[in-house]
């Protein structure tokens, strides 16, 4: 998940790759920008605050 690059998180490549932990390592690491191929277009991340919800 993590770019051995520049050690971020690596866009998604589908909608199902959007987890709570994704968004979580987003809001912390960052995202990678490094490995985004052009002319690809992807919904960009939502990054948001970890929300505190009770489950
Ligand atoms: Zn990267």
């Known amino acids: 998940m993590l770019c051995l690059t520049c050690h971020r998180v690596r866009p998604a490549l589908s909608r199902s790759d959007y ?8 809001v ?3 995202l990678c920008a ?8 992807w919904p960009p991340p939502v990054v948001r605050e970890p929300a505190t919800s009770p489950k």
């Open 19 to 26: 987890t709570a932990e994704r968004a979580w390592l987003i």
């Open 34 to 41: 490094c490995g985004v191929t052009p002319g690809r277009t």
């Open 28 to 30: 912390r690491q960052g």
